[in-house]
């Protein structure tokens, strides 16, 4: 299946602090369009045992799309609209799942994905605009500067940029769950060159506190 609807979304109020990221600035308007629908359709869709890459959640931007056409996560098609994106890999979906059902058994991806839209449709949708950053494209040298940032997502809510690490520098997201291990980024700057940019993360990041 491929994505083959453009949504357009209404835009939601993105709080950058620290980045001065506008989507009207020169720099923006000459990026390209390639949606970040066509990067995680480009190989195409279904599981297999690779946990780097994104099928899982792939598979639920099709799910949401599929039961609600105008959900705002069809943005994700529209590469004209400037957004940052946080893509968990297939092991970070997984990793939730186990957290879930409370064991320390990873399930496969076919799993993993049963189990994540079985939470309804409507949380699949907003656990997906959490991880979307609407109105800026946010490249690894501009979150590197950004420690501290509070970036307000499509779900209305915010995360937290936490810039760490003496002669290395990573990134990690603080989430609303605070009895877990925060997200780290850990692929930077997928789709670069775009409107649309995404950096890969290995947790799901949590709009509210798992027990």
Known sequence: MRFTRTVAVTATAVVLSALAASPAD????SLGTRSLAAVLTAHG???DHNGRDYDILTAAVLAVLKAKPAS??????????????FLPNDRAFETLVADIQHTRRLPGEKAAFTAVAGLGIDTVESVLLYHVVPGATVTRAAALKSDNARLTTAAKSTIKVDVYGYRHRRIQ???ADTSDRNPRVVVFNINKGNKQIAHGIDRVLRPIDLP
């Open 26 to 29: 020169a720099h923006t308007r």
């Open 45 to 47: 869709t279904g599981f």
């Open 72 to 85: 705002p996560v069809g943005v994700l098609t529209d590469g004209k609209t400037a957004l940052t994106a």
């Open 173 to 175: 997201l603080i989430d």
